[in-house]
């Protein structure tokens, strides 16, 4: 071909190019292919165990997108993908990848699934019973991955009474009379919030109202029905306890007849009576079986009709020696009749005869081992009845006379005899001696001089048998030891030794001997005329010193017994008023136990008083205080005190002059108020008398105080000193001559003010301010600051909900929403205003779905804008890659300049908080559509 046909063809073609392009952007064949872009997968972040979920693949395609689905080996087409996990499995990541089959381009995206399972098989584990006033521990446990959290709910007659965080819970009923309590475990799985609960119902176990139904009055020989009942959750047993015995009934259940009601339970007894007792408790016990408390019921049963033992009205009074009968009475029909002794069988002999039918038993002769209890046991075709016992008390004697006392006497001393016999009923005791009688069974003999060998006689007489018995004692007198004396100090000291010393008259000498006791038990015992006795130092009462001079010779003896109290001080108190009234006169005495006495001194506002009592008046409330009295032991010179303090009543005060609360900024009154009129009143602050000035003002008669605007610095403690006409005063705070200064009680004033400025702070660092950055999942301390008084309440709000009422929480954002606002409100309940501080909690996100935006071809020498975006919390930075070089900034301009057919530009977005980075690159088709080859 010649070089003029090969331009000519080259012509052609170019514009054949031409026309299809200008076709094209005509419509008239067909629009021009671009994506996939802007790629993104929608479904949730957490799925959970044996639940289905739904995810959509979506991105910008032209003429058509194709989509495939990876998750791990598998492979899957179509835009949505359905997910149902059988089991446990780490964590899963979902791979898009979007295929344009017009330019083969592809671009893929991925979502990362985080796995949970459960809740399931929720249990509720502990006691079947709640017992009231015991704790009971219950457990809650179910299956959860990877965790779970437990929530508890208690429920009294379908209303929650108390809650609780945890797997276990302590219960123990609100009150006596609760009959049930539901318990509510829920059991939340703390990824993906799923939850499940379930709900136990307990009884409380309980044990009340218990009674005994029956006769209170029964006939011995009869039978009777007792029934015992009482109220029992979840049952009861039963004891029965009558004579000293321990008897079971039979147990039954009481049958519920209206809802509510506690189950009851029953015993029932049979007995018999065959014991007599007038009148003998019947006692029934019930005792729970899951708590072991028992409650009791008794009801006295009075027994009638018994059968009794009486003496024959033939026979006289059991006498020993003589004859005497008992007879059984009382018995209707006696099928038989046994007779019991001390509750033993007897048994006829020579001496104890019985009747031909048994009723009567005679002792021939009777004799003093015949005393005892008899009864006779009568059958008349059922059981045995005992009767009524009767005691038999022998009448017998005297026997065995003694005469018991010393033989050989002294002049001038004291001889005690006594004269016994065995006899019932008591003898009667006569005594002689020469022409002299003396009756009673005692008998003090003293004689003033020497007399010959004394007789003494005793006779006992039984007043019932006529019979008496006479003993004898021969009496020898003699002289000396006489006239024993003790010397020494009226008092002991303790911890003292003091000396004493014994003296008597014998002949021809005295030997001496000593004993010192304490409340009949013998201490020491020493040997001389002196003795030196020293009481322990903490010893109180008193010992007795006892001297025994004795003849050497005729070795007779005498005592002299000598108590000396041992000089002691204890028990100390002061009798009188504690509350006392300005300008009244009090008395007040001081009592202590002082052994042999005590000098007392007084106390009171820095002064000392002498006696026992003391008058005191009051005029100064702040000085009053303790009183306090001294004794002093005028022997041991020992010391004690008793301190009263003196309480002011009905003094003056300082009070509010309204219900108005002190509040900042706001007028104030106080008053000062008291039972009298005073002359003059000043006013004190924190005890500094206070002045006039632009913003306090008194009253005309200073009786009430105006703040006219209240200041914080107004806080402080506010008496008023009050002079009273009549009384005289050196006090320099007060002008008024003539009057006693009283200074009232202490008014406290806490100025409330508040809330100011509320601040949202992290410890030890300074506020949040407008914006706060927190991880997902970070749990970040927060502190709501205010200055206010009284304390001011403090709510936190987030995402529009109440959070948190305390002035710290801990704080984890809820994502998503990654950006919203938490507040906390400051409020004053005396002022009933708030203040509030927010900021703006941001949760770090992203760089998601990462687009670059511009057209899908470029011409060489035409320059095309081109700008990447993406979703990004708080924001991103972006970086560009072409031609191998790197540019920065989220827009860019390229112009191609070489002769290339395509060109490839990258963008990548980087997080600018977290740092955290995501890329997407787009090749670029590249024309010169004014070049033709020519």
């Known amino acids: 071909m010649d070089p003029h046909s090969a331009c000519l063809l080259l012509f052609l073609t170019c514009l054949a190019g031409f026309s299809a392009s200008e076709s094209e952007n005509s419509g008239t064949m067909g629009e021009i292919s671009y994506g996939p872009s802007s790629l993104e997968i929608d479904g949730v972040d957490v799925v959970s165990v044996g639940i289905p979920y739904g995810f959509q693949c979506t991105a910008e395609c032209y003429p058509d997108c194709r989509y495939s689905w990876t998750r791990g080996n598998e492979t899957t087409q179509g835009p949505e993908l359905s997910l149902r996990l059988l089991q446990r499995v780490p964590t899963q990541t979902l791979t898009c990848t979007v295929v344009n089959p017009a330019t083969g381009r592809s671009a893929s995206v991925q979502k990362t699934l985080q796995v949970t399972a459960g809740p399931s098989n929720v249990q509720i584990s502990g006691p079947a019973f709640l017992t009231y006033g015991v704790a009971s521990i219950f457990t809650c446990s179910a299956d959860c991955y990877p965790s779970c959290s437990y929530s508890w709910t208690v429920v009294w007659e379908r209303e929650p009474i108390s809650s609780a965080q945890g797997n276990t819970i302590s219960v123990t009923p609100a009150a006596s009379t609760v009959l049930s309590e539901s318990l509510i475990c829920e059991a939340q799985d ?213 005469i018991s006392g010393l033989d050989v006497m002294t002049v001038g001393m004291a001889y005690d ?175 202590v136990t002082c052994t042999p006495s005590c000098v007392f001194t007084w106390t009171f506002m820095g002064k000392t008083y002498e006696g026992d009592q003391l008058q005191i008046t009051v005029s100064d409330y702040p000085k009053t205080g303790p009183l306090t009295c001294e004794a002093t032991n005028n022997v041991s010179h020992a010391t004690i005190s008793a301190t009263k303090n003196l309480t002011v009543i009905d003094p003056f005060s300082v009070r509010p002059s309204s219900q108005a609360l002190p509040v900042a900024g706001e007028p104030f009154s106080l008053q000062c108020v008291g039972p009298q009129d005073p002359a003059s009143i000043s006013w004190l602050k924190n005890g500094r008398q206070m002045p006039v000035s632009d913003v306090v003002h008194f009253s005309p008669d200073n009786a009430t105080i105006t703040f006219s605007s209240l200041l914080r610095d107004d806080e402080g403690v506010y008496k008023c000193l009050v002079v009273e006409t009549g009384n005289l005063t050196t006090n320099p705070l007060v002008a008024v001559v003539g009057g006693t200064p009283i200074l009232s009680f202490g008014y406290l ?103 670059i935006k511009g057209p899908d071809a470029l011409e060489i020498g035409v320059t095309a804008s081109f700008t990447c975006s993406a979703e990004c919390t708080p924001s991103c930075s972006f970086t560009w890659t072409l031609y191998g070089k790197t540019v920065t900034g989220s827009g860019v301009d390229i112009t191609v300049n070489r002769q290339v057919s395509e060109e490839s530009i990258s963008c990548q977005a980087e997080n600018t908080f977290t740092g955290k980075t995501a890329a997407v690159n787009q090749t670029l088709s590249v024309s010169d559509p004014h070049w033709c080859g020519c």
């Open 417 to 591: 005899f006594q004269c016994s016999a065995s006899c019932h009923p008591t003898c009667q005791f006569t005594w002689t001696r020469g022409n002299l009688t003396y009756q009673g069974s005692n008998l003090i003999l003293h004689f003033e001089e020497l007399l010959p060998t004394q007789n003494l006689t005793c006779t006992a007489l039984n007043p019932a048998t006529g019979i008496s018995v006479t003993a004898q004692k021969t009496l020898l007198v003699i002289a000396g030891p006489s006239n024993i004396q003790i010397s020494g100090p009226a008092f002991l000291t303790a911890g003292v030794t003091s000396n004493f010393t014994c003296s008597a008259d014998c002949y021809p000498s005295c030997s001496y001997s000593w004993t010192v006791g304490w409340d009949w038990e013998t201490f020491s015992t020493a040997q001389g005329n002196t003795i030196s006795v020293t009481p322990p130092a903490s010893f109180v009462g008193s010992e007795t010193l006892i001297c025994k001079a004795q003849d050497t010779a005729s070795n007779l003896y005498i005592y002299r017994a000598r108590q000396l109290q041992v000089a002691s001080l204890f028990n100390i108190n002061i009798a009188g008023d504690s509350a006392v009234a300005i300008g009244k006169t009090y008395t007040y005495t001081c009592y």
């Open 190 to 402: 703390t990824i993906s919030y799923l939850f499940i609960s379930t709900t136990v119902s307990l009884p409380v176990a309980s044990t009340s109202d218990i009674s005994i139904i029956g006769d209170s009055t029964v006939t011995m020989g009869k039978q009777y029905v007792f029934i015992c009942q009482a109220t029992c959750v979840p049952s009861c047993n039963f004891a029965w306890q009558y004579m000293g015995k321990t008897l079971y009934g039979d147990q039954i259940q009481i049958p519920i007849l209206h809802q509510g009601e506690k189950t009851k339970f029953a015993s029932h007894l049979q007995i018999t009576f065959s014991d007599y007792s007038k009148i003998e408790p019947l006692t029934c016990e019930a005792t729970n079986v899951l708590t072991d408390t028992t409650i009791t019921s008794t009801i006295d049963l009075t027994v009638i009709d018994p059968i009794s033992v009486s003496p024959s009205s033939q026979t006289p009074l059991p006498v020993a020696g003589k004859s005497f009968s008992l007879q059984c009475v009382g018995s209707q029909n006696p099928g038989s009749i046994t007779w019991l002794k001390n509750k033993q069988p007897m048994a006829a002999s020579e001496r104890v005869l019985f009747s031909p039918d048994n009723t009567t038993v005679t002792f021939s002769p009777l004799l003093q081992t015949d005393e005892g209890l008899y009864y006779c046991v009568v059958a008349e075709g059922g059981e045995p009845i005992q009767s009524v016992g009767y005691k038999m008390q022998v009448d017998y004697g005297p026997s065995s006379v003694v």
């Open 749 to 851: 004033m806490q100025v409330i003010y508040g809330p100011d400025e509320a601040l949202i702070v992290k410890p030890d660092e300074e506020p949040v301010g407008e914006m706060m950055f927190t991880l997902p999942g970070s749990t970040t301390e927060l502190q709501c600051l205010t200055d206010c008084f009284p304390a001011c309440s403090i709510n936190w709000f987030y995402r529009g909900s109440l959070l948190a009422t305390n002035a710290s929480i801990l704080f984890t954002p809820v994502t998503p929403p990654y950006e919203d606002t938490l507040t906390c409100t400051a409020f004053n309940p005396a002022t009933k205003k708030n203040r509030t501080a927010e900021t703006t909690a941001v949760v770090p996100d992203g760089p998601r779905n990462v687009m």
